[in-house]
C-alpha cells in the first residue's frame, strides 16, 4: 500500500503514510526502509516526506502483480536474489503442495540446467523461472508442455518486441536470427495414470550485449536488447508472458493438443528442414515432415523410412553454419 501511494504522488508525507495504511511513522519508516532495501530508491524531505525516484530493474512480486491479468499464474510469486536452480526451488515447493500456479524467480543461478542435465548459463538482465502447473492429465502428455511454452514464448516476445521474427526450434528453444534467445525445461512428477505436478522452466535472455557473453557464446545465443537495439522491461515482458502461458494452457485442457500443435507449426524454424537428431542411443538424418499427437518430431530418412523422434539433439542442416542450440 505505501508503494503504491508513492507512486500515484510526487511527495506523500510520512503522516500520510501512516493515516492510509493505519499504522505509525515509526512503522512507515520501517516499511520504507525496507522498499529501499529491495532497491527502490526513496528520498525523504524533512517538513515534506518521501518520493519515490527510481525503481530497480529486479522481477519484484510486488511490480510484476500490480499490472497481472492472470487468474492463477504468479498469483503467488517468490522472488529470489539467488538460487542454485529455480527448477529445484519449484519441484521442493511442490511437494510441499504449493498452489498451481505458483511462480519461482530468480536473479541469479549458480546450477541452471536445461535439457540432458546440461549447464544453462544465467546471464544478468535475463528472466530465470519455473511455474508448477498441476494439470490432470496423462503423464504421456507430458511433452506437450514445452510445446505449449514455446508458444507462449513467442506470443509475448512478439508484444514487447514486434519488428522481430522468432522461430520455434523442436523441442524446447527459441530463436531469433538463427540464435537462441531462450530455452524451455519441463519436468514431472506422475503416477502411472495422471500428472501429480509439473515444473516449467523458461530462461529467455533479455537485457544484455554481445559484450557481455563469452566468445564461443556469441556464435548461438542473442538476447532482446541485441536484437531490438534496445532494453525492454521485463516486468511488462513477464506479465504478458504469464498471461499467454495461462490462456493456452487452459485452451489446452478444454480443447486438446490439436490447436495448440497448429500455433506451434505456425511458428516453427525445423519442420521442412533436413535435420541431425543426435540422442544418448543414435544419431539420424533426414527431413523433418511433422508433429504428431505426441509432440514427437517425425523424420523422413533418406531411405524413405519415416520415425518419430521423442527426445533428443537436433541440428537443422539447411545452411554451411549448421546452427546448433538444442
Known amino acids: 500500500m505505501i508503494l503504491d501511494l508513492l507512486k500515484s504522488r510526487e511527495v506523500v508525507s510520512g503522516q500520510e503514510l501512516a493515516e492510509a495504511v493505519r499504522i505509525s511513522r515509526t512503522a512507515v519508516w520501517k516499511q520504507v526502509r525496507g522498499l529501499r532495501s529491495e532497491g527502490y530508491r526513496i528520498d525523504s524531505t524533512p517538513g515534506l516526506g518521501y518520493a519515490l525516484k527510481e525503481i530497480p530493474d529486479l522481477l519484484l512480486p510486488a511490480e510484476i502483480q500490480a499490472g ?14 539467488e538460487v542454485l536452480s529455480t527448477q529445484a526451488k519449484a519441484k521442493e515447493l511442490a511437494e510441499k503442495d504449493a498452489p498451481e500456479g505458483t511462480l519461482v524467480l530468480t536473479e541469479k543461478q549458480t546450477q541452471g540446467r536445461g535439457r540432458r542435465q546440461r549447464e544453462w548459463v544465467s546471464l544478468p538482465g535475463s528472466i530465470q523461472m519455473s511455474v508448477i502447473l498441476r494439470p490432470r492429465t496423462p503423464p504421456e502428455q507430458g511433452t506437450h508442455f514445452p510445446l505449449l511454452a514455446g ?13 522481430l521474427d522468432p522461430l520455434l526450434k523442436w523441442p524446447n528453444d527459441l530463436i531469433v536470427n538463427r540464435k537462441k534467445l531462450a530455452g524451455i525445461l519441463a519436468e514431472i512428477s ?13 530462461g529467455l535472455n533479455c537485457n544484455f550485449t554481445t559484450q557481455d557473453l563469452d566468445p564461443p557464446l556469441q556464435e ?67 527431413l523433418a515432415l511433422d508433429i504428431d499427437e505426441s509432440g514427437g518430431l517425425i523424420v523422413q530418412l533418406d531411405d524413405g523410412q519415416r520415425v518419430t523422434v521423442t527426445a533428443g539433439d537436433v541440428s537443422i542442416r539447411n545452411d554451411t553454419a549448421q546452427l546448433q542450440t538444442s
Open 151 to 163: 508458444v507462449a514464448l513467442v506470443q509475448a516476445v512478439l508484444k514487447v518486441c514486434p519488428d
Open 220 to 286: 548461438i545465443a542473442t538476447s532482446l536488447q541485441i536484437e531490438s537495439g534496445r532494453k525492454i522491461s521485463r516486468t511488462t515482458l513477464l506479465q504478458a508472458l504469464l498471461l499467454e502461458l495461462e490462456f493456452l494452457y487452459f485452451d489446452y485442457l478444454g480443447h486438446g493438443f490439436e490447436p495448440l500443435r497448429l500455433k506451434w507449426k505456425a511458428r516453427n524454424n525445423t519442420l521442412n528442414s533436413r535435420v541431425q537428431v543426435t540422442s544418448s542411443h543414435k544419431t539420424l538424418e533426414g
Open 68 to 81: 497481472l491479468k492472470t487468474r492463477i499464474l504468479g498469483r503467488e510469486i517468490i522472488h529470489l536474489t
Open 190 to 202: 506422475s503416477e502411472p495414470e495422471r500428472i501429480n505436478y509439473l515444473t516449467l522452466g523458461l
